[in-house]
């Protein structure tokens, strides 16, 4: 099966530029990059693809047992980079993806040479001298609306996760990508985001990596982004004057000038 039909792949920007792979997270396509991509495009080469699943890509190649853990959508990121032929490039992974994006690096450094991390989240359960931001109870509750009524789930959550609540339209757009998402896909996928423990993967990152976090968020609180700092040797955290789980949405040209400023600094 082809990899660039199968993650529907999409590449645009300066073919001379560093490449730049967004990935996005749980619920969503590659849409939700189309107000950075424009900025990043500008003087970068930009790959856009879909997590088989999700998006316009191939559903006949979703295969539950590859995608209950975080290693197949890693094999996935990992796979567009071979297809393309990517080398040193920087990956962009947005909430869960931020720990796919971990994954993906360890397997093929070659071709991801540095990570940012846009909302982060290794581990979103509270326990002795961490706070995720949910307890076990929250998650189980969580998951059970999820599985029983996705789409009222996906209207319940979606302005929540987004937290913009003056810009409604933004909690809207998220809701319907959510609703645009085969209920038994999600909820494989929304198991392997909650219930994940990655903290341990995060001591072996060696590449530059840039954490962005905003400086209020249901989902990743700010806790999570200094852990996550913290934890990764010579990371760079900055905290964006955004509100929300998705500031690409909400603050898209904080973010795109967050990471092109990043990126010119790999090439200083």
Same mark, same amino acid.
């Given at each position: 099966?082809?990899?660039?039909?199968?993650?529907?792949? *999409?590449? +645009?920007?300066?073919? @001379?530029?560093?490449? !730049?792979?967004?990935?996005? #997270?749980? &619920?969503?396509?590659?849409?939700?990059?189309?107000?950075?991509?424009?900025?990043?495009?500008?003087?970068?080469?930009?790959?856009?693809?879909?997590?088989?699943?999700? #998006?316009?890509?191939?559903?006949?190649?979703?295969?539950?047992?590859?995608?209950?853990?975080?290693?197949?959508?890693?094999?996935?990121?990992?796979? !567009?980079?071979?297809?393309?032929?990517?080398?040193?490039?920087?990956?962009?992974?947005?909430?869960?993806?931020?720990?796919? &994006?971990?994954?993906?690096?360890?397997?093929?450094?070659?071709?991801? #040479?540095?990570? !940012?991390?846009?909302?982060? @989240?290794?581990?979103?359960?509270?326990?002795? #001298?961490?706070?995720?931001?949910? %307890?076990?109870?929250?998650?189980?509750?969580?998951?059970?609306?999820?599985?029983?009524?996705?789409?009222?789930? +996906?209207?319940?959550?979606?302005?929540?996760?987004?937290?913009?609540?003056?810009?409604?339209?933004?909690?809207?757009?998220?809701?319907?990508?959510?609703?645009?998402?085969?209920?038994?896909?999600?909820?494989?996928?929304?198991? %392997? %985001?909650?219930?994940?423990?990655? *903290?341990?993967?995060?001591?072996?990152?060696?590449?530059?990596?840039?954490?962005?976090?905003?400086?209020?968020?249901?989902?990743?609180?700010?806790?999570?982004?200094?852990? !996550?700092?913290?934890?990764?040797?010579?990371?760079?955290?900055?905290?964006?004057?955004?509100?929300?789980?998705?500031?690409?949405? +909400?603050?898209?040209?904080?973010?795109?000038?967050?990471? +092109?400023?990043?990126?010119?600094?790999?090439?200083?």
């Amino acid at each position: 099966m082809s990899i660039q039909r199968r993650n529907n792949i *999409r590449v +645009s920007g300066r073919t @001379s530029g560093r490449t !730049v792979v967004l990935a996005h #997270g749980f &619920g969503c396509d590659q849409n939700m990059w189309r107000l950075v991509e424009p900025a990043l495009a500008k003087d970068y080469r930009v790959v856009l693809f879909d997590y088989v699943g999700a #998006g316009r890509s191939d559903l006949s190649a979703w295969q539950e047992e590859r995608y209950s853990s975080l290693e197949g959508y890693a094999r996935d990121v990992v796979e !567009v980079c071979e297809e393309l032929d990517l080398r040193d490039a920087v990956l962009v992974g947005h909430s869960v993806s931020a720990m796919v &994006g971990v994954l993906a690096r360890a397997a093929a450094p070659e071709r991801i #040479g540095s990570l !940012v991390m846009v909302c982060p @989240s290794p581990y979103y359960i509270d326990e002795d #001298g961490y706070r995720g931001g949910f %307890t076990a109870e929250d998650i189980d509750e969580l998951l059970e609306s999820l599985e029983s009524n996705y789409l009222g789930w +996906s209207a319940a959550m979606a302005p929540v996760i987004m937290g913009n609540p003056d810009r409604p339209e933004l909690g809207e757009e998220l809701a319907n990508s959510f609703c645009a998402t085969d209920p038994d896909i999600a909820r494989v996928f929304a198991r %392997t %985001t909650f219930l994940s423990d990655s *903290r341990k993967e995060l001591a072996d990152v060696t590449a530059p990596t840039l954490i962005l976090e905003c400086e209020q968020d249901a989902i990743a609180p700010r806790e999570v982004g200094a852990y !996550v700092h913290s934890a990764i040797p010579g990371s760079e955290l900055v905290t964006l004057a955004a509100t929300g789980h998705c500031p690409q949405l +909400s603050a898209p040209e904080a973010t795109a000038s967050a990471i +092109s400023s990043f990126v010119a600094d790999l090439e200083r």
